[in-house]
């Protein structure tokens, strides 16, 4: 892509929210930030805007680049600006930084007031209603009655689907890409060990490790590593990796032997040198608490009978974090409540992390779904 | 089963060999010994004798039970004893610890001659090719030229399929159950999350912690619990776990609120309660390590056109850590060198672990491939 297609230099915005948040958990903050970005223009009729809901490691800076770190582009980029599926000559985009998170909302790491001290263990986990929740009280100062679209994938696909339940009239169009229900058992396991990483690291002094000058790196890096592994298939770390030697012989020690190895350290090493280990924790937990049927008996059909939003779901063939299955899951429950749901399975070999690509097939959906819809 | 099909009261037996073992690493062991259990009786012309290698987590323990802790089963106990698929009435059956093991052989917990201190992180790396060798020297003091079969599963199974290479002339029969030709990248990936939990643990000690008086718990915990996520397969996780809760209600903290969570610990806190975590880094390098085909510039086929064994290949249909395709690979290969192959592809939904199973079909083949040996 050309330049012409980036929205180029943006900067982030925080909005200050003093009135207090009751969570799902049932504690209350008293008030809060959210850092967000927006690309576009917002319409005269405010009708234009599409929110874009984020991941478990992503954030708020969605597309575009910052004038004093050019390099630190966008984590969906390659979807969002002028020309591209999620077309900023047409919306308004907004993206935003989840409450917990650690990209500058308020979370975990943030000054609690009423201590003068980083929040640490005291900051409440806080689920995907608490973001919709949030989020909500940022489209109302921007002054969006309701959005032309909420998109997000994996973690970011269920805040999607969950805004189309807890706020049906705020949204036309729900996109949620490589995404699920609710999490499988095997979900949990894998959330759960990288979790134990990080509860086990001795840095990691009970949440509170800002006090101690550290943070707990060991854990954090394992979280990643064994997170990683789930995001990529199987079929493409075979192909990409296969069991190609790092220097060509088997070193008989525990250095790296296998270049997979050495991937898979960097990937951890460079995520616990910036990300949370607080956001981790209270972010896997969000993924593993969303469940909107549980208030229905385990009934899908019946959760999602609220939602009136127009549907895109999109699953990938060799994701087996978000398998397809699940996403079916929700076209069937839709589907029987009668409502319009377009569902596209793209054959792409690169797992969960697919809906992160630039896929050909993936961004044409993309792009002729948003392209249909009316601002 | 009743007691009549059990093999009963066993005790473990050791031999030591005092000829120096030259590894595959270079290494050389001046000496070592080897744990062994033997059950049922070896017949007049030798010709009974059946070898069960075991996995990651096992021993020379296969069957029957100890005089003085009776709850200390046989890890194959299911399948090993009179009346059973490994009938100790017709076989005299050799189970082996192997070496770098922690249940006895010689291993890194071990006191190493030369310096008078456990050997640590100055025990070598030892492979499946390793393993073999020694167990040779093992059946040459047992006095057995000629195995009836070799039977083994995952790990295990490797080391049947290098016994066929390295010895044809010794292995009459081959049972590879639920095992693979080599690792695949992703294989290779969870074990070294697993090497990197253990080696980043505060109390590894590079490989010394014995002399500290500690052990790397947290790193063997985690190990494990990632390990076992992966022998399980995602639907009996689902069908046994689910997204059922511990106490009924979320806890909005860190504590256990699924009993997936509850399971997984509790596996993780036995397993670093009693496992060596030097033995543990050894045996997933064997497992990375394995690849007969390496040599034979990737061609399995020729690396397989040694062995003169005839074959039995058992998978499982849910086995996503070594998939019913790895066996296949084999089966094919063998094929091509018009090698004698029986494969059965069970259908049962206990993932990697189902080798360890009393499942019906599973015992039925493998009960009636062995009953079909002439010894």
Redesign the interface.
């Known amino acids: 892509m050309s330049d012409k297609h980036s929205v180029g230099v943006v900067s982030p915005q925080r909005a200050h929210f003093a009135e207090p948040i009751q969570l799902?958990?049932?504690?209350t903050l008293a008030a809060y930030d959210l850092v967000y970005e927006t690309y576009g223009r917002l319409n005269a009729d405010r009708s234009n805007a599409v929110l874009v809901c984020h991941a478990l490691s992503g954030s708020h800076h969605v597309a575009g680049h910052y004038a004093d770190n050019p390099k630190n582009v966008g984590w969906w980029d390659n979807l969002v600006g002028p020309g591209k599926p999620l077309d900023t000559d047409k919306f308004f985009v907004v993206g935003v930084n989840n409450l917990g998170g650690c990209y500058g909302s308020t979370g975990p790491g943030s000054i609690n007031p009423a201590t003068g001290k980083p929040y640490g263990a005291d900051f409440?986990?806080v689920t995907v209603e608490d973001w919709v929740e949030s989020q909500a009280r940022l489209a109302d100062r921007l002054g969006i009655n309701q959005w032309a679209a909420i998109i997000g994938g994996s973690l970011g696909g269920m805040q999607a689907l969950q805004w189309s339940l807890e706020y049906p009239e705020r949204v036309r169009h729900a996109l949620v890409i490589a995404s699920a229900p609710?999490?499988?058992?095997?979900n949990?396991?894998?959330n759960?060990?990288a979790?134990?990483?990080i509860?086990?690291?001795?840095d990691f002094h009970g949440g509170n490790y800002y006090e101690h000058g550290v943070v707990p790196a060991?854990g954090l890096?394992?979280a990643r590593?064994?997170g990683h592994?789930t995001y990529?298939s199987?079929d493409q770390?075979?192909e990409?990796?296969?069991?190609q030697l790092r220097e060509g012989v088997?070193k008989?020690?525990?250095d790296v032997?296998?270049e997979?190895?050495s991937y898979?350290?960097y990937q951890?090493d460079k995520f616990a040198g910036f990300f949370d280990a607080n956001t981790y924790?209270i972010t896997t937990?969000a993924l593993?608490?969303f469940?909107p049927a549980r208030d229905f008996g385990g009934d899908l059909k019946a959760a999602l009978a609220r939602a009136s939003a127009k549907f895109l779901l999109v699953s990938f063939t060799t994701d087996w974090r978000f398998a397809p299955e699940r996403s079916r899951e929700m076209v069937y429950a839709l589907l029987h409540n009668n409502r319009e749901v377009s569902y596209a399975e793209i054959d792409c070999n690169a797992g969960h992390d697919s809906f992160l690509l630039d896929d050909a097939q993936y961004h044409a959906v993309m792009g002729a779904y948003l392209h249909n819809i009316a601002v």
């Open positions: 799902a958990s049932g504690a409440p986990v609710k999490l499988t058992a095997q949990i396991a894998f759960e060990v979790r134990q990483a509860l086990t690291d001795p060991r890096r394992l590593m064994v592994i990529l199987d770390m075979g990409k990796f296969g069991r088997l008989y020690n525990y032997d296998f997979i190895e898979l350290r951890g924790l937990k593993d608490y469940d």
